[in-house]
């Protein structure tokens, strides 16, 4: 089955910054790289998506990339608020969605 | 629209006891999952319908965990004998369309948090 990993586990930027998550996948045949917010003791929340035809995707502050070749994708967000911080998850989908182990962004005020 | 809907919101089990928990998909969605998401982890896969039909089951981590949607709508997760390591939130999440090649997104419910003593 798909494996995806999720990197760092821990993230802390200073309000303003910019945070970047990785990810990478082992299926060639996932299509589908959603990103999820979990605030605490809330669900999963979508903010971005980027399907395999796509290299780039960009929504605000918040941009996606996919490098299918190498498997890997990349969450990127600029100029980061206080209220971005939550723990970021990223999948990977080609039927069922696979997840990463996800990333808790800190954002120092 | 009403989103994805979950039930109970808590459950705290006595081990070896059995407990079921409903989960309520948008209206009109196709497809459903299961998820299992320990303290600090990801949502693990579970099970996933379309419509009626259980297309995968392979994230079930035992036979004491099994999963319906007997009229394509509502899905209930049962588990059987709790045990301590069942201790949870268990996410339901729904999709409008089939697995294809545009593929969408899933929406979650709530979660349900077991706790089993």
């Known amino acids: 089955g798909e494996n995806v990993e999720q990197h760092p586990s821990t993230l802390s930027v200073q309000e303003g910054d910019s945070a970047v998550i990785k990810c990478t996948y082992s299926?060639?045949?996932?299509?589908?790289f959603p990103w999820y917010k979990q605030e605490l003791g809330k669900r999963p929340q979508l903010i971005i998506d980027?399907?395999?035809?796509?290299g780039e995707k960009k929504d605000q502050r918040i941009a996606v990339t996919l490098n299918k070749t190498a498997k890997h994708f990349s969450l990127h967000i600029t100029e980061t608020q206080p209220e971005d911080s939550a723990v970021y998850f990223c999948a990977a989908s080609r039927s069922q969605f696979y997840f990463g182990t996800g990333t808790s962004l800190t954002v120092i005020p | 629209g009403a989103g994805v809907s979950q039930s109970p919101r808590y459950k705290v089990a006595k081990r070896g006891q059995d407990v079921a928990l409903r989960c309520d998909p948008i209206s009109g969605h196709v497809s459903l999952f299961w998820y299992q998401q320990a303290l600090g982890q990801g949502p693990e896969f579970l099970t996933y319908?379309?419509?009626?039909?259980?297309?995968?089951k392979s994230g079930l981590p035992s036979d004491r965990f099994f999963a319906e949607r007997p009229e394509g709508s509502v899905s209930t997760l049962k588990i059987q004998r709790t045990q301590q390591e069942d201790s949870a939130v268990y996410l339901c999440?729904?999709?409008?369309?089939?697995?294809?090649?545009?593929?969408?997104?899933?929406?979650f419910g709530p979660g349900t948090r077991l706790l089993v003593l």
């Open positions: 319908f379309q419509n009626e039909a259980q297309l995968d």
């Open positions: 299926d060639s045949a996932s299509n589908y």
């Open positions: 999440a729904s999709r409008r369309r089939s697995s294809g090649g545009n593929q969408e997104t899933q929406y």
């Open positions: 980027i399907r395999s035809n796509v």
